[in-house]
């Protein structure tokens, strides 16, 4: 074992030039790492940057890219000076709102966790995992998109029991709906990822492992049950045959999560930060002509996520892929690009009339994500032909909030509400949940209303009710 | 008559084991009903439960549930330990403001009854009241919907004389509307549901009775007037023989009111609640099959009330039935159900095209609840093709906060307002309000607006009006 | 002359028995009128009713209508109790309000009389004016309707010389507007609707003379130029020889002005009190047949107001009227009847349709009212077919704050608003307003958005602009 | 040179016999001026009006307009008495605002730099720039119509390289964008459109100069980089020939900026200046006919600006103009006028259907302007066929705020948004931004929601969150 380095030593690499960073004890020496321009690290310079690495990296994830011999050994015990962390006012409120959380009991639909979760959760990641892009009007009209579905529920149906269990991609699950997958867990919560596996587990759902976890992939897989199904969503880097190991997750770098938070609230170039970063680690060069690579090197099955029009949906379908997920990224990418849910109407109505097929479809199954906050928003996906819905956002609220514990209990609303809705439905199992029951006949409605013109509005003067006699007694209103 | 038990007896049968509690006087052991689970009447063991009993059980049901040998007798006078009732401050407000009601003169449509009851009110008696499922997003649109209906009123007819009087399945009634079935009436007023009957004999019209209703269904039918006509509102119970004399509302305990409040007034695991209440008192079972049993043991003209498609409404009329309820049981069950009244529209357009027949019709009437407010949304209903309109919170409101004279006064106003109304739509009679009285073209759009974007909208600086030259009388705008 | 009674005898006669009130310095006895049930009248019994009476009446109403047995004579001067006139505080701080009202030359438009007449008006004038009926969604719509008609301006045409005077019924209007009827003129201004006829007269438009003004009708066109232009509104009477004196107005007082206040401000039974009024004093009775006997007693042209579907329209015109006017009253007849505007389109329509006829005609002039602020609002009504608009509400407000000055001002801005807008629609005259002008396709649309999910809604965090650094300067915005 | 004159003769000169102003040290006799009514002139008359003068007329105006009889020679120095100038506290607030504005870096998008102009630009700058017609519905409509285009993005597809360049009149641009123009460029910064001018060619792309310019057309022009390219905007003056030198900019004065003002700022009768605006300085009179004219005194293109049906595009095609600007003139002239980016729909549209064309077209290009933000509003408007849009009021607040680096970073903004959205859209150039991409179903749908009723909304309790229990940590949401 090489002889500890002192902090004092460690403390003068602290730019440009040598670049050394203290984790998880370790020295290492980072400099080659300054030339994609992040800032973040060299402000970490001579220091012990663990505590920022930590939520951002897997832990191997240094070790794997750096090169052994920037490996430079074990720090010195006691030697490093300590960061000063100033806890903020601010932060000592937020502390005292995170002893003040509800318990798991009042929680009863998942907005709650969310609500909490915005009291609660560290600011960064309440930046980081609710902002959208540019004026995050697709984000909203992900979930608005919904309510311009509504039902036509059947009734004296038998419904004593009821079954929302389902096949997706070959696979069980007990719900229609599957766990998305959402970068940097461990903002929310130090075990990050690992919460979504162990709740999926007990619940018996699928989580998607995003290619950006805090988590490593080999932990996250470590922590799923022997027969724990898990989907793996990639991002394809441009050095396709990924000889370079350099993690994506350092590539991330270049989009510190201190520039992604919510304009407003840290003030950098957002836009350009982003453009680069899916410019660096994003190949934006993957066109159909990869799809052929990619199903020559494995043979599980390949879905194709982010399908926004039917022109495309019909081009996997042609390249026999399993199947696509219709999704506009939780509105992080183009704003103004659709719902997933209103894309779904049209990609069935057009493989109706382009290749006679109907959905669902085992040969080639259509999931859906984006805004999905109930389990009726689930049941409208499925009566329109998707197999599953993925949910993302609220359980990283649930896991900010309550760790696995929350997503448990968030899952479990779920199969409350998929019980009594189907019931209410007049559906004794997801496949009786067919296209008769919703009416979509709005969906494509992107309206805006007239600008009001104020100088009327502000002159009427609304009616009023009845009123209390005059008393003390009027404050309530 | 049984000796007396002492207050000190059984308060010592507070626990799972042996559970006894007191109701007007007499003690009961209660322990066999704590197997559904309901931690309300655990609270109450070894107690007097009188004060929360009353105004969810009609006086007989403990006695006529329970086995004759666990009525236990008078409980001894004076050694029942008070249960002292604290008064909070909250409740000594709500006291006054109920003192500084305004009198009825100035009680000028519905929703006034609404606003005087929202601040005077028991706060259990208002969120039960006043709440619905998920989002109460299709319990607003139950109002909202009407809004989208607008009228084509004709001039230059002798309205000199207007009669807004009706037959509903063979019943007179003074108006189009009768009182839908709400539950728990004794939550808002001591008298309950006798306060509907009493107003509904003065006005000649008919109240439909609740099975979940807080007084007996003796006591209603006592209550009504010689000549005067009631509805039954019939759940149907698991146990079709009605053998067991398990009363519903004992099962309602299930689904204890304080736990039905409004999420935010009373924090409990609602939804789980509700989905286990259905299962556990109304039979999920119920299907078409069924309805030739029913028909066999009443010779009563049978109603199907809840369709909401008319796919069913063909069904209903198919199976020969008296008619249809188009509801969705006031937005408290399947959250993005559609209004009644829309689907009245389509139930009249699809019985036109597929049976050839007409409504109002008399073999087969249309009856619609859900959001009415004012005489022209029972107009509204009307001039599509519904024989009556059913009207249940306003009622509600109008007692908790008036009691009978409230109702009456409720009912004086909807006199008022279609007398005045027939008028203006140069209608004589309810006959002659008919499909060209209204423009109902923009119901089934379910819109929803584009999200606004903030950023723009906040720069946008609002015009304003000339204003007073500067001095201090400026405050009033 | 009668020997002048003293003040203390008419006190005596303070009763349903026997009710005197002193108008003007003279005593009547109107116990007979209380039959009514009037309660204004009785709250002046034996007193100097003179101020409240003013407003509301003309001067001669109380001699013609009351049989000169009931004119007692004049009062003896100083016998007359003073009836203490206490001004509150509120009214101190209106009257300074009405001090510091803008010169005219800042008021740039319509709305700004209403804005300021809101803050300056007595409370029962801005009450009567302001209000509509029910939940005054008519009332707003009228307004509404024009904004969902937009504009199709044409370009590089001739417009150096605009004029938009036209004929209205065979009469020139220096503008295609005219001055609707509306009630109670004193209310808002001791001068009535006297302001009204000097203002038309000098910007050479018509006035349309109220049934319930204020002033009487000799005093309107007395006041009027000797060859000004007046219409005249006629509400038919039950007895329709008019044998009978009874003044309408009085009759008026069975709609007490104090009760017909916004509900809110007096609360009173209103709808009833309405609903009495138009049973009382227009009669209900008047139908189609009644026309010829009209078309019988004058040789004026008849115009037929109250229009609001096409079906009438086409009557009136196989009728044989001059015209008609497409109008709901204002939105104080039938809430949720459609705009005279949108109605417009309509009767158009169908007249082609139908008839095979186009407008503007001059056979059946298409005549619009309600909710129009601005010249745009008059142009869209003239693309579609209309000869003229009328304007009541703004003209009211204009001389409740300002007097004769205040709607000559307003005449002025709408007169300024025509040639600027003729000039930027690229039309020359009135007649090259045609329909290609406006994008009318809107116009049926009566559209509600679907409710909000609250707890969607209050958990999205908005998105905020860049912000000034910290500084004590931030606090503007 | 001619002999100083006094200050004190000068002042002696300040009625409308006889008015003498200084501008920038020189005496000059503009009595003549006062005709068109000027109060503005006759406010500085006697007095050095330099201040005032400078941001509304480019230098030589005043040299070029006024006989030269009528300069009277230089003022003596330090005879003028000081107009004092009394900062306001308002003022004094402003300029602490202007301190305290955020580095460029954190500017975000173009929004933000009107959100600090907003707070640091003087007031009578944000009037003008940020004022529209009327209602000023036209104005957010431009920006609103933008929201009712989805997109339909599309992906695999090689965009490893994005390039958003384009040629627009025959001119290469870097950007399918230009500045539009806008007057009144001083009131804003001291340099004026040089701003932009400096910006524009640093950018690689087209400015567009105003005809009521604050620096003069020379200035403008020198500003220009050798190969810089600059398109002129021509307001046409009543006299063709342009023998009589008046500057249109000093019949501006006739439209004192002040007077333009926000109603509400700067309360003075607005409309009937901006009428008598229009027709005193811009012909009315211009007409298709004299098209001719113009093509027979240049051989540059001429494109036609205004244009806002497809009537008069096409007359413009068949007339051979090189293009169309479609646009409302940024909502500053008739209220109600639609979007350019609706009318672009409808012309696309029809000029398939009449001449059998489709766009973007090289013979006959069609640029679009109003309410754009972002570069997905340019992408809309190029997929429906545009070549490039036009924007006006961002660089404005750009350069108010920063001068020349705001504009060059409010361009830096585009280019990222342009190359990150082409990316995201599955474009490689321009070219690919094709019709498909969008979805414009509801771009003709000009809605306006039914008003709603007050009464049934405030009774409404909103639903609520779960919440923290009790504590003091309760304050944030």
Not at 79 to 106: G, N, Y
Not at 258 to 269: L, R
Not at 372 to 393: E, F, P, W, Y
Request: glycine share 6%; hydrophobic share 40%; proline share 5%.
């Amino acid at each position: 074992m090489t002889k500890p380095i002192s902090g004092k030593i460690v403390a003068q690499h602290n730019s440009r030039d040598s670049c050394w960073i203290i984790v998880h004890g370790k020295v290492y020496d980072v400099t080659e790492f300054l030339d994609g321009g992040s800032k973040i690290i060299l402000k970490y310079a001579g220091k012990d940057a663990t505590q920022e690495y930590e939520p951002i990296h897997p832990p191997s994830a240094i070790i794997d890219n750096l090169p052994p011999e920037r490996h430079l050994g074990p720090v010195e015990e006691g030697t490093v000076e300590k960061v000063e962390v100033r806890i903020t006012d601010e932060e000592k409120a937020r502390l005292q709102r995170v002893e003040a959380r509800p318990p798991l009991s009042e929680i009863l639909n998942l907005h709650d966790f969310e609500a909490i979760g915005r009291l609660t959760m560290p600011e960064k990641a309440w930046a980081y995992y609710s902002s959208a892009s540019d004026d995050e009007i697709t984000n909203r009209e992900n979930h608005a998109a919904f309510h311009r579905i509504w039902f036509r529920p059947r009734i004296l149906r038998d419904v004593t029991n009821v079954d929302w269990s389902t096949t997706i991609i070959g696979h069980a699950s007990t719900m229609p709906i599957y766990i998305s997958a959402t970068a940097l867990g461990k903002l929310g919560h130090p075990e990050g990822e690992l919460n979504l596996t162990r709740a999926a587990a007990k619940h018996g759902i699928i989580q998607m492992i995003p290619t950006l976890s805090s988590c490593s992939f080999d932990e996250i897989v470590d922590a799923a049950q022997p027969d724990q199904v898990q989907f793996f969503q990639l991002y394809v880097n441009k050095d396709r045959a990924i000889t370079k190991r350099i993690d994506m997750r350092m590539a991330f770098d270049a989009e510190d999560p201190h520039e992604i938070g919510k304009s407003g609230s840290d003030k950098v170039d957002r836009s350009r930060g982003a453009a680069k970063a899916i410019t660096g680690f994003i190949d934006p060069g993957l066109k159909w002509a990869d799809i052929s690579w990619f199903k020559s090197i494995t043979r599980m099955p390949l879905i194709l996520k982010g399908v926004q029009t039917w022109e495309d949906a019909l081009e996997a379908y042609d390249q026999n892929l399993a199947g696509i997920v219709l999704s506009n990224h939780g509105g992080r990418q183009l704003d103004f690009a659709r719902s997933g849910i209103e894309v779904l109407v049209e990609v069935v109505e057009k493989f109706k009339e382009k290749r006679g097929i109907t959905f669902p479809n085992d040969r080639f199954q259509l999931l859906v994500d984006g805004g999905v906050r109930r389990a009726t928003d689930v049941l409208k996906a499925i009566a329109l032909g998707a197999t599953a819905v993925g949910i993302g956002r609220p359980f990283l609220y649930a896991f900010s909030t309550y760790g696995v514990d929350g997503v448990d209990h968030a899952l479990q609303i779920l199969q409350d509400e998929f019980e009594m809705n189907l019931r209410l439905l007049g559906a004794g199992t997801i496949k009786d949940v067919v296209p008769d029951m919703v009416d979509v006949s709005n969906i494509r409605s992107h309206l805006v209303t007239v600008p009001r013109d104020r100088l009327y509005d502000i002159n009427y003067e609304s009616m009023q009710h009845a009123r209390l006699r005059d008393t003390k007694a009027k404050t309530k209103l």
